[in-house]
């Protein structure tokens, strides 16, 4: 637990230092302006949309350049010559991210819609979203050592992650997105503007654990076969 504490607070310190809170900061004042200046009406569709988009950047891109900092400035090869597990390492990434993620959507929901929300299924949705999105970004960045190389691989997974905007606008209604990962975060994230079904509340909460989980798996592989043996053989 002290291990997992430390590494919480370098992390927050980290984060300051490479400047994530002032482009959380400014991507939120950038979401308001654009949400202010739509038709009320349209809210309760734009909001979610918004927050959807916003954490995928968050997430996908925040943790990816944190782990290129990290391989640049070796404090990744000092991780792996100390106690510290790789549950710890993630954990702290992923609670970090995620209460700066939830942070800045709460904001942004409140200054543009109200307070007229479930705060439940959009504290849901925000989790699993972030979850998912920092999970993929940090096993799509583990083999690349610069952000010039990582740029265009990386698009491959951002339309992943984005895929389901498709259903929820309406463009194609097909049964096949309930298998993409971030699904139940995007319908999480509607139904705390709009009523959804108590099937598609289970369905998201339990898919989103699955996807969670499985990930955690994924990033484990990826941060043994990409960081830890290139680290280790050095």
Known sequence: MKRLLSTLRLDVLLQQRY???????????????ILRALPSQTLHIAV??????????????FIAGMVLFEKDEATLFALVVTPLRFWEYMTSKLVTLTTLATIVSLIVIVTTYGLKFNLLLALLGTVFMSFIALSIGFIAVSPFTSL????????????VLYLPLIYYFGWWKNPIFYILPTQGSLMLLR????????????YAVAYGIFWVLVLALLARRAFNRYIVAREGGR
């Open 19 to 33: 400047g994530l809170f002032y482009a959380a900061g400014f991507s939120a004042l950038v979401w308001i302006a």
């Open 148 to 159: 010039s190389h990582y740029l265009i691989p990386s698009q491959i997974y951002a339309i």
């Open 191 to 202: 139904g705390a503007f709009d009523p959804i079904a108590s099937w598609q509340i289970t």
């Open 48 to 61: 979610p949309f918004i927050i959807f988009v916003d954490l995928a950047i968050v997430g996908f891109y």
